[in-house]
């Protein structure tokens, strides 16, 4: 499933795409957790883009959520943020590139006609591995028994 949305750059639209991004979120099956990772990680990219309302696309993102069997990814292309071959960071800062690194997956940053894309890549059904151990072990004891 694709999602497309264009949003004016503002902390009050942010709202609206973090309903979006958890609605689409839950029915992946991603945790609670995973989804506010996932949002937060939109919030750093959008607040990291340029200033909102100046040039072009009048302060506006482009926002595309894909959903795939295991994984959600969201494209946020900012027509604002340009930069050379050479640049690596596509204009965002080091440091935003950095935390968003920590709450997704995986982080692209794409070079396109439109401006840069910024690609987040985040996975469903991610068990914290202290938790996943004790319940594969009673679900094992459980089969056991029952077989007695």
Same mark, same amino acid.
């Given at each position: 499933?694709i999602t497309?949305?264009?949003?004016?750059?503002?902390?009050?639209?942010?709202?609206?795409?973090?309903?979006?991004?958890?609605c689409?979120?839950?029915?992946?099956?991603?945790?609670?957790? !995973? %989804?506010?990772?996932?949002? =937060?990680a939109? +919030?750093?990219?959008?607040? $990291?883009? @340029?200033? #909102?309302?100046?040039?072009?696309?009048?302060?506006?993102?482009?926002?595309?959520?894909?959903?795939?069997?295991?994984?959600?990814?969201? !494209? %946020?292309?900012?027509?604002? =943020?340009?930069? +050379?071959?050479?640049c690596? $960071?596509? @204009?965002? #800062?080091?440091?935003?590139?950095?935390?968003?690194?920590h709450?997704?997956?995986?982080?692209?940053?794409?070079?396109?006609?439109?401006?840069?894309v910024?690609?987040?890549?985040?996975y469903?059904?991610?068990?914290?591995?202290?938790?996943?151990?004790p319940?594969?072990?009673?679900?094992?004891?459980?089969?056991?028994?029952?077989?007695?």
């Open positions: 499933m497309e949305v264009q949003i004016k750059n503002c902390s009050s639209h942010l709202v609206h795409l973090r309903r979006i991004l958890s689409i979120g839950v029915g992946l099956g991603m945790s609670p957790r !995973e %989804i506010e990772e996932t949002g =937060s939109v +919030s750093e990219v959008c607040a $990291g883009s @340029g200033d #909102p309302g100046t040039d072009a696309g009048d302060g506006k993102l482009s926002v595309r959520l894909c959903t795939h069997d295991s994984y959600m990814t969201v !494209e %946020i292309t900012d027509p604002r =943020s340009d930069c +050379s071959p050479a690596s $960071g596509g @204009g965002y #800062p080091a440091a935003m590139l950095e935390r968003v690194g709450l997704a997956d995986k982080v692209e940053l794409i070079r396109g006609v439109e401006g840069i910024v690609v987040i890549t985040k469903a059904a991610k068990q914290e591995p202290s938790l996943s151990k319940m594969r072990y009673l679900a094992s004891v459980g089969t056991t028994s029952l077989q007695s």
